[in-house]
């Protein structure tokens, strides 16, 4: 079973920068991965995607254009850049392998929080 881990959060001021890490102890070359976040009382929500080969990649409208989804199959890593970080988008982060009707593959990780400071 592969297990994922999550790293590079942390506490940033709105408008500040992260980087976001999701390491794969198997490979993951042919699944469709996603970044998803859980704020408190909130349920876990899919923010972004990308297929294995990244043809195709697609954004929750609320971080579109802000957010950057990639991945590096021969490390079976996936990133998530996050620019121009907002108060709203604290959370912990975490990723999976997107599976059919909204499930997913994996066990969860840890996930990382992310704070950001208004």
């Known amino acids: 079973q592969v297990q994922l881990v999550e790293s590079g959060g942390g506490l940033v001021q709105a408008g500040g920068s992260l980087r976001l890490s999701c390491a794969a102890s198997?490979?993951?070359?042919?699944?469709?991965m996603g970044w998803y976040r859980q704020a408190p009382g909130k349920q876990r929500d899919l923010v972004a995607r990308i297929t294995s080969a990244g043809g195709s990649i697609t954004y929750a409208d609320s971080v579109k254009g802000r957010f950057t989804i990639s991945r590096d199959n021969a490390k079976n890593t996936v990133y998530l850049k996050m620019n121009s970080l907002k108060p709203e988008d604290t959370a912990v982060y975490y990723c999976?392998?997107?599976?059919?009707?909204?499930?997913?593959?994996?066990?969860w990780g840890q996930g990382t929080q992310v704070t950001v400071s208004s």
């Open positions: 999976n392998a997107a599976g059919a009707a909204g499930s997913v593959r994996y066990p």
């Open positions: 198997g490979s993951i070359f042919m699944r469709t």
